[in-house]
């Protein structure tokens, strides 16, 4: 099967044997060992010094630790949304009684950073910008490294989710200032799901000194604590790290560099692919994600057909579009533990598909 959604994706079989480990305590020296192991080597690949916690959790989970750890209700953020999953970001705050400012974008358009810097320059009460990296709704990468600097300028804190973009796209976190940066192991990392990585800068530390929101299982203090002497403040997704160990040292090996040209590389081959099918994007291509291609159904196409003529003929897994993309785009996953000829044999499955599925 090629599992081709985004995420959760592949695992290399090293990985999986890794996962199929049998349990250690996860208060010895052993799992203290891996954490601390895993800890430095995720550093390298967020480009940060700052420190990260490992939480068992999916990335939803993560995103839910960034706001809560930094903010009190009736905070005031500006959440930027040009999707499914920039929503999500702004209904967390919302949900521990934040003041959400939403500035939301069409979906299929990138967060436009002059919005951005408007919305800033008129509200001097906003404390926190939250931003969705690589919208995996729509196939879209915001510019997250010039949105970051203008709301900087403005001295705001800018929580990000990158699930679906670190390892696989070019986040360095101390460079672009970004103070909370959410990723989780089921997307790039080519591990099962189970684990939300973030990491937590100096200015997120002096906000969660301050932050009210109630918290228990996310909180930071607790996380930085455990993590001192090894371990994790509750019983961790232990066959998750074990895989995490064998997919670090994979990428180290191959380099971050050379793992972010491999995905750019196999998402330009997708993208030309895909309209070489005669085929649209649904974004504009240059604002087009690299880990993810969001297809336009044509008019003719049904889609959920399609997606069952892809998986039970060709073993090919695609996903729809979400929330009101449903039925209007489908989208390839191309993030992790791909190469150009997995994508060789989804874009030959697509172009048999088609005719089967279309009116
Ligand atoms: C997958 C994804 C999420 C949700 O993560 P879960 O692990 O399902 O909670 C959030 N944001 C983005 C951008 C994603 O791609």
Same mark, same amino acid.
């Given at each position: 099967?090629?599992?081709?959604?985004?995420?959760?994706?592949?695992?290399?079989?090293?990985?999986?044997?890794? *996962?199929?480990?049998? #349990?250690?305590?996860?208060?010895?020296?052993?799992?203290?060992?891996i954490?601390?192991?895993?800890?430095?080597?995720?550093?390298?690949?967020?480009?940060?010094?700052?420190?990260i916690?490992?939480?068992?959790?999916?990335?939803?989970?993560?995103?839910?630790?960034? *706001?809560?750890?930094?903010?009190?209700?009736?905070?005031?953020?500006?959440?930027?949304?040009?999707?499914?999953?920039?929503?999500?970001?702004?209904?967390?705050?919302?949900?521990?009684?934040a003041?959400?400012?939403?500035?939301?974008? $069409?979906?299929?358009?990138? =967060?436009?950073?002059?919005? *951005?810097?408007?919305?800033?320059? $008129?509200?001097a009460?906003?404390?926190?910008?939250?931003?969705?990296?690589?919208?995996?709704?729509?196939?879209?990468?915001?510019?997250?490294?010039?949105?970051?600097?203008?709301? !900087? &300028?403005?001295?705001?804190?800018v929580?990000?989710?990158?699930?679906?973009?670190?390892?696989?796209?070019?986040?360095?976190?101390?460079?672009?200032?970004?103070?909370?940066v959410?990723?989780?192991?089921?997307?790039?990392? #080519?591990?099962?799901?189970?684990?939300a #990585? =973030?990491?937590?800068?100096?200015?997120?530390?002096?906000?969660?000194a301050?932050?009210?929101?109630?918290?228990?299982?996310?909180?930071?203090?607790?996380?930085?604590?455990?993590?001192?002497?090894? +371990?994790?403040?509750?019983?961790?997704?232990?066959?998750?790290?074990?895989?995490?160990?064998?997919?670090?040292d994979?990428?180290?090996?191959?380099?971050?560099?050379?793992v972010i040209?491999?995905?750019?590389?196999?998402?330009?081959?997708?993208?030309?692919?895909?309209?070489?099918?005669?085929?649209?994007?649904?974004? &504009? $291509?240059r604002?087009?994600?690299?880990?993810?291609?969001? =297809?336009?159904?044509?008019? !003719?196409?049904?889609?959920?057909?399609?997606?069952?003529?892809l998986?039970?003929?060709?073993?090919?897994?695609?996903s729809?579009? +979400?929330?009101?993309?449903?039925?209007?785009?489908?989208?390839?996953?191309?993030?992790?533990? =791909?190469?150009?000829?997995?994508?060789?044999?989804?874009?030959?499955?697509?172009?048999?598909?088609?005719?089967?599925?279309?009116?």
């Amino acid at each position: 099967m090629q599992l081709r959604i985004p995420g959760p994706t592949p695992c290399p079989p090293q990985v999986l044997k890794a *996962v199929g480990s049998q #349990m250690i305590d996860h208060r010895g020296d052993k799992f203290a060992q891996i954490i601390r192991d895993v800890t430095e080597k995720l550093k390298k690949l967020f480009q940060t010094k700052n420190d990260i916690f490992i939480l068992t959790g999916s990335g939803t989970g993560g995103m839910e630790a960034a *706001v809560i750890n930094t903010l009190s209700p009736g905070d005031k953020v500006l959440a930027l949304s040009c999707g499914f999953f920039g929503d999500r970001f702004a209904e967390i705050p919302e949900c521990y009684g934040a003041e959400v400012k939403r500035l939301n974008f $069409e979906w299929g358009k990138p =967060v436009d950073p002059d919005a *951005v810097r408007k919305a800033l320059k $008129e509200d001097a009460s906003i404390k926190a910008v939250l931003v969705t990296h690589n919208e995996t709704s729509t196939g879209i990468t915001n510019d997250l490294k010039t949105i970051s600097a203008i709301a !900087k &300028e403005y001295d705001k804190l800018v929580l990000v989710d990158a699930i679906s973009s670190l390892g696989s796209i070019e986040l360095p976190v101390d460079e672009w200032q970004c103070d909370v940066v959410v990723t989780a192991s089921q997307k790039g990392w #080519m591990v099962p799901p189970g684990l939300a #990585m =973030v990491s937590v800068s100096e200015k997120a530390w002096q906000a969660h000194a301050k932050a009210k929101m109630p918290r228990y299982y996310w909180d930071f203090t607790k996380a930085k604590s455990y993590l001192e002497r090894g +371990q994790t403040p509750w019983t961790p997704c232990v066959s998750t790290f074990f895989g995490l160990t064998v997919a670090l040292d994979m990428l180290l090996a191959e380099g971050l560099n050379s793992v972010i040209a491999r995905h750019a590389r196999i998402a330009n081959f997708t993208r030309q692919g895909v309209k070489s099918l005669g085929l649209s994007l649904f974004p &504009e $291509e240059r604002y087009a994600s690299n880990t993810v291609t969001a =297809v336009k159904a044509p008019e !003719k196409l049904t889609v959920s057909k399609f997606l069952q003529v892809l998986r039970n003929e060709y073993q090919v897994e695609l996903s729809g579009g +979400q929330g009101n993309l449903s039925g209007k785009i489908f989208r390839i996953g191309h993030l992790g533990w =791909v190469q150009e000829k997995d994508m060789k044999e989804v874009l030959k499955a697509i172009s048999k598909a088609l005719p089967k599925a279309s009116a």
